[in-house]
């Protein structure tokens, strides 16, 4: 047996060759195995596909334990179908190692298969080679047809919603650069965010119909909003306050909290709009996701983002999302 058939071992599981993934009837008819999987989707609805991949030191840290990389690889992909409001179906790996190492191995599909299992994900397919490490994960959901949560739908006086809290992420990520020192346990609550996202699938879900417009917060706030104003052709007024944070972040300096909270990336919660008449549908639907959403703004027509603070003074910052490509 071949190093990489090794691999293989440990991301071939019984239940991805064959499974009915629950009540829609969509089915993996066949996963590993063959020279493609077979997917069959459920009647009257779209196929959802996305793909994200990581690369280390760009996207983690060499720090990051195997599981907690396998749940994040993952995650991160869970997160973008969850803006479509997306059901998670069927995944793909491919993965680069530079050397067989089973004790990586077996964290790291431990971490994968923990969140996929969670989510009702079968993985069915992908590829190994030898190289520099780098994982890449296409996810495949579904959504009844013409229910998928875009970008372009956001519409002038919608209110705007975050779910979550933001920033830790990035607060973390400033404690492993050395510009910002936490005592033990709030460093491994952040670190937390950071390598653990959850993403908000079932929120997703249960905004069809609902939100205006979605998307997930990968790379800031301020970036991601940015999207959805752009391709809505609309521009947004953002309270600082009231963007949500953790206990940890709101006791950090002021300039370090918009840092985070506005261009801090790696979040994985969902912005999206909904018209304002619609706040209590929000709140139900949040309730029976149970993720706790706030409302943190208003879309208006004109273009432009523009952030107030608690006085209603506008903010004058150079907004700048987190670019993969800038170090
Ligand atoms: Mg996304």
Known sequence: MGEFDLIARYFARAGAVSGSSGSTGSTVALGIGDDCAVLTPAPG?????STDMLVEGRHFLSTVSPRR?????LAVNLSDLAACGGTPRACFLSLALPRVD?????????????????HG????GGDTTAGPLNINIT??????????????????????????????????????????????????????????????????????GLATSAIDVSDGLAGDLGHILRRSGVGARLHLADLPRSAILGAMPEDLQRLC????????????????????????????????????????????????DGEGRELDLALQSFDHFKS
Not at 69 to 73: D, M, P, S, V
Not at 121 to 124: D, E, G, P, S
Not at 272 to 299: H, K, L, N
């Open 45 to 49: 609805h779209q196929w959802l596909v």
């Open 69 to 73: 990389l396998g749940h994040k690889a």
């Open 102 to 118: 089973e004790t990586f191995l077996a964290g790291f599909s431990e971490g994968l298969f923990s969140l996929a299992d969670a």
């Open 121 to 124: 994900v079968v993985l069915a």
């Open 139 to 208: 996810i495949m959901g579904e959504v009844p047809q013409g229910q998928a949560l875009l970008r372009s739908g956001a519409r002038v006086d919608d209110d705007l919603w975050v779910s979550g809290t933001l920033g830790d992420a990035r607060l973390a990520l400033e404690v492993f650069r050395g510009t910002v020192s936490l005592p033990g346990e709030a460093f491994e609550a952040v670190r937390q965010a950071m390598e653990l996202p959850q993403p908000r699938v079932a929120l997703g879900r249960a905004l069809r």
């Open 261 to 308: 909270l506005l261009t801090g990336g790696d979040d994985y919660e969902l912005v999206f709009t909904a018209p304002a008449q619609d706040r209590s549908r929000v709140m139900e639907a949040a309730q029976a996701s149970a993720t706790p959403v706030y409302r943190i703004g208003r879309i208006e027509s004109q273009p432009g983002l523009r952030v107030v």
